[in-house]
């Protein structure tokens, strides 16, 4: 089955620590997507990416960082700067570049103590 | 930039009852328009979207939308609501290229 998986479901981690969501398609779309999710506040866009190798920041990117070194793959990861990290992270892709349908993962729960 | 807002933050139906959510956007073209559906704990589900002709659209679960233009508007509708549709919905809007913004939602509670 073509999907977006993301693992793990639930993550727990120390202040201080640095951690990596993963998020893998197999769909061949070729733009990814990170989001935060917080109670209230819908969906607030971390960083996209629309090809390999390249990536953009989007509205809240501070304390996060990315990479795209293969299509199927874009792992997010929550560096110690993030002053709120406790989140729901929802990983997306879309067919092309126009990122105007998106399909969603089914996310992963950080917990930071 | 582009907006969304969702004016209900909670919304409660009774099962067999009609529902309709609010969207409106704020952009100064035609926008591309979206709902998805989200279950507790869960990732967002497309339900439909809008990209162009037919204004009222037709989605899965029997669900359907309908741009209005003048009233930038995109409200969702189902003549009968089951328990099953409890869940928070997600009104967004494609303006610029390659994102989407998000409404901040509205969670559907479904009573007996």
């Known amino acids: 089955d073509g999907g977006i998986t993301q693992s793990p479901k639930y993550l727990f981690r120390k202040e201080g620590q640095n951690v990596t969501l993963s998020c893998e398609q197999n769909l061949n779309h070729d733009a990814m997507y990170w989001y935060r999710q917080d109670p209230g506040q819908g969906l607030r866009l971390i960083y996209y990416s629309q090809i390999v190798n390249d990536f953009q920041k989007g509205d809240i990117a501070e304390g996060y960082s990315v990479s795209r070194e293969k299509k199927e793959s874009f792992p997010l990861t929550v560096t110690s700067a993030q002053k709120n990290p406790t989140a729901f992270y929802l990983c997306a892709s879309s067919i092309d570049r126009t990122g105007y349908e998106q399909y969603f993962g089914p996310g992963t729960r950080l917990t930071v103590t | 930039a582009q907006s969304v807002t969702q004016p209900d933050i909670h919304i409660t139906v009774s099962e067999g009852a009609s529902l309709e959510l609010r969207c409106n956007y704020s952009y100064g073209a035609t926008p591309y328009l979206f709902w998805y559906v989200q279950s507790p704990g869960q990732g967002l589900q497309l339900l439909l979207k809008?990209?162009?002709?037919?204004?009222l659209v037709q989605g899965i679960k029997g669900f359907e939308a309908e741009f209005k233009r003048s009233q930038s508007s995109f409200n969702l509708r189902k003549p009968s609501v089951h328990w099953s549709d409890a869940a928070e919905y997600f009104c967004a809007v494609g303006a610029g290229y390659s994102t989407l913004t998000f409404g901040k939602g509205t969670m559907l509670l479904v009573s007996p």
């Open positions: 809008y990209f162009s002709g037919d204004t």
